[in-house]
């Protein structure tokens, strides 16, 4: 049985529960969940081990007991948004330059205790909405720049990047503010469709 870990922050959490496993929240890890169950039955199991708040750092500070320990054949990470969001609102954030360093020393550390391990890595993303049309122009630029620093961590060690922003970019228009990421953050059912569509296409290349 091949073992799928979602790793990164509320995105992926989506409302999982911590005591039943099989309840992994509404969002793209359930819906990569049910069309792979449903497509090879029995062959993955699968694990989400997102955390609602979680920077870089964070995710990188329980890297033992919810990455290593559990010895996943393949992980994707999501995570950069509240590294910029906590550094407008609490001044607590990471600096492109501090995230990307951390997100090197968190796939080294990772590869170093399971050198068979593939690990994709998915691009944070931003629209506008009411959790961010205060800052926009700042929320837009950082996340853009935090971005660009997850895909450079991508190419350094030769993994996937899933591309998602220019994709939302795209839908954006085609729908009210908030269709697809409810606060332009977090995403609507139709934002992790987008998700999970990328995310099954990436995984199909490893």
């Known amino acids: ?10 995105i992926t ?3 999982r529960s911590r005591e039943i496993e099989r309840n992994g929240g509404w969002g793209y890890a359930t819906l990569v969940k049910a069309q792979l169950g449903y497509e090879d039955p029995g ?10 708040g979680d920077r870089i750092v964070d995710v990188y500070a329980r890297m033992n007991t919810d990455i290593i320990q559990l010895k996943p054949d393949v992980m994707s990470i999501l995570a950069g948004v509240n590294d910029v969001w906590s550094q407008i609102r609490w001044e607590n954030g990471s600096s492109p330059e501090k995230y990307g360093k951390i997100y090197s020393m968190l ?11 593939k690990i994709m890595i998915l691009e944070p993303f931003v629209l506008r ?12 630029y950082e996340v853009r720049a935090i971005a660009a620093k997850a895909k450079e961590t991508a190419q350094k060690y030769d993994l996937p990047f899933i591309e998602l922003q220019h994709l ?8 009210p503010e908030g269709y697809w990421l409810g606060d332009g953050v977090h995403p609507a059912a139709p934002g992790h469709e987008i998700i999970k569509r990328e995310w099954i296409k990436a995984f199909k290349t490893l």
Do not use: H
């Open 107 to 117: 796939i080294e550390e990772v590869k170093e205790a399971l050198p068979d391990i």
């Open 13 to 15: 959490d989506a409302g």
């Open 168 to 175: 939302f970019d795209e839908a954006y228009p085609l729908a």
């Open 1 to 10: 049985m091949q073992t799928i870990l979602f790793q990164g922050d509320s």
């Open 129 to 140: 909405g009411e959790a961010t049309n205060e800052f926009w122009d700042r929320f837009n």
């Open 43 to 52: 062959k993955y199991q699968f694990y989400n081990r997102g955390v609602g």
